[in-house]
């Protein structure tokens, strides 16, 4: 498994336990520079994250050795079909001319709905095109659900998804995603690695509509500490455990938070998965962030 960088901070006030917003652009250039001396080589961005493209098309230097993995803005449904498609690829345009690049190492769709519900296939023949037009390497989907994922390779053969993964939020490794996407040979890149910051913070406040995560965060830090391992590098070391990972994709605010993320996925062992089998919670309003209360 290897490490990417996340830039949803670069453009956006993201993160439930983020009290300092957007990253500054001195510090997203000192982040991409040690990115780039530790050997990373993933960034996953979106035409969503607010300039998180342009802040990177005028940061990166040039040349560079990221792989940029971006995704695609959500089909418009008041547009007729076929111009909402023709919408969306002219969308995927503009994100190449906002990060200075010619070609996307990987494109996903943001919103999986556009392409498991009806006009799905006219989509995915338009991101075929872009592939074939050398804009895009790989094409795949951002999912949250192994239901999702279920659809998604029933009807299509995507090369790359992302998915989300931590050690409370043990759903696509419990339903088979995992495995069934390593065996169709698709790239597994992992978000949600630390449940937005909540499996790092013993002390963190929880809203009354996150009471319920109370009793299995503190179950979690328990679980550190049998192990003797930071939370951060405890989280490494169950991604490390499943798999068929191939990147965990992480954001950071600043280089110092940076830095400390770096070094706990260097230091952090490959521990089983079922070390923390425990840990998974069944309720999908407590570990899926759309499902959070909004203040």
């Not at 094409?139 to 993964?165: C, F, H, K, M, N």
Request: glycine share 10%; with cysteine; aromatic share 6%.
């Amino acid at each position: 498994m290897k490490l990417g960088l996340g830039t949803v901070q670069f453009g956006l006030d993201y993160g439930i336990t983020n009290p300092a917003g957007r990253t500054p652009a001195t510090e997203v250039r000192a982040i991409l520079g040690d990115a780039a001396d530790h050997g990373v080589t993933t960034l996953d961005t979106a035409a969503l994250y607010g300039d998180a493209e342009a802040v990177l098309g005028a940061t990166l230097p040039r040349p560079h050795a990221f792989r940029i993995i971006s995704k695609t803005l959500a089909l418009d449904p008041a547009l007729p079909p076929n111009d909402a498609v023709a919408a969306l690829t002219a969308g995927v345009r503009r994100s190449l001319e906002r990060l200075c690049e010619t070609r996307l190492s990987g494109l996903l769709v943001h919103r999986v709905d556009d392409l498991l519900g009806p006009g799905g296939e006219r989509l995915f023949t338009a991101l075929e095109g872009l592939r074939q037009d050398g804009a895009v390497d790989k094409i795949g989907a951002s999912v949250y659900t192994p239901g999702e994922v279920a659809q998604l390779l029933e009807r299509y053969p995507v090369d790359l998804v992302q998915l989300p993964l931590n050690p409370l939020d043990q759903r696509h490794l419990a339903g088979g995603s995992l495995a069934a996407l390593a065996e169709r040979g698709v790239e597994i890149h992992v978000r949600s690695a630390f449940l937005q910051g909540l499996l790092l913070h013993p002390g963190a406040v929880l809203s009354a509509g996150l009471a319920g995560l109370k009793a299995p965060l503190a179950a979690w830090h328990e679980a550190c500490g049998i192990r003797q391992l930071s939370p951060l590098a405890a989280c490494f070391a169950f991604l490390k455990g499943c798999a068929g990972v191939g990147v965990a994709v992480c954001g950071a605010t600043c280089l110092g938070q940076w830095q400390e993320i770096v070094a706990a996925y260097r230091s952090a062992p490959a521990l089983p998965a079922e070390t923390f089998k425990n840990l998974a919670v069944a309720d999908d309003k407590l570990i899926d962030p759309r499902y959070w209360p909004k203040s």
